[in-house]
């Protein structure tokens, strides 16, 4: 009898990706000329770094609720293995609008650009959570309710950019603010590890 697929080799290649997605948009931050002064280069290099600071976050984010995510999986399956590649793809285009908008300048279709390559991981994320909900037959870590209104602000920036390019960043900005706090569920996890280590602690 063949023995079921460890979800092992899903998290280590999921953080060998996600790791070299993070490097790759690091790679893009360049030094200016020395035809400018470090000031002026330093406010020519501003936009790209703070947009890059947005996308390390929010790469940051799926990292870690990648892991409350497949916490409790004790196996995986071919639809869970694709589903997560749809969605390490999806991922793998926010350095390409990350060094878009540094190159070009925020600009609305620049943002357009760059809350489309944000959309796209939400929405397979969602796909990714409902594989591994069926599987696990328990309920997800993450709020669907957050998750969708997430996608929302995503999508609801891509027309907003042609009225105000900041203003979409911000809606963008926002669902990372979001996602910041842990699910409900790792906080009471935590408390009870706590509870539970300090019970044991504790001389009886």
Request: proline share 7%; hydrophobic share 45%; glycine share 6%.
């Amino acid at each position: 009898m063949s023995k079921p697929l460890s979800p092992g080799r899903l998290e280590a290649f999921s953080d060998g990706v996600i790791a070299v997605i993070i490097t790759i948009m690091v790679l893009e931050l360049h030094v200016p000329g020395k035809e400018i002064s470090n000031l002026d280069g330093l406010r020519a290099l501003l936009p790209l770094l703070l947009v890059y600071l947005l996308s390390f976050v929010q790469t940051g984010i799926y990292w870690v609720n990648h892991h409350y995510l497949v916490d409790d999986l004790d196996h995986v399956t071919h639809g869970i293995l694709w589903s997560n590649l749809a969605f390490l793809f999806c991922l793998s285009l926010i350095p390409f609008a990350t060094t878009w908008i540094g190159n070009r300048g925020i600009s609305p279709f620049a943002v357009s650009l760059y809350a489309i390559t944000c959309a796209l991981p939400a929405v397979a994320w969602i796909n990714l959570s409902t594989c591994i909900s069926r599987t696990t037959r328990q309920p997800l870590a993450g709020s669907p309710i957050k998750q969708m209104l997430s996608t929302s602000l995503y999508l609801g920036a891509i027309p907003t950019s042609y009225w105000s390019p900041n203003f979409a960043l911000g809606m963008i900005g926002l669902v990372a603010v979001l996602w910041l706090v842990p699910p409900g569920k790792v906080i009471e996890q935590t408390r009870s590890f706590k509870a539970d280590k300090q019970s044991h602690s504790d001389p009886s």
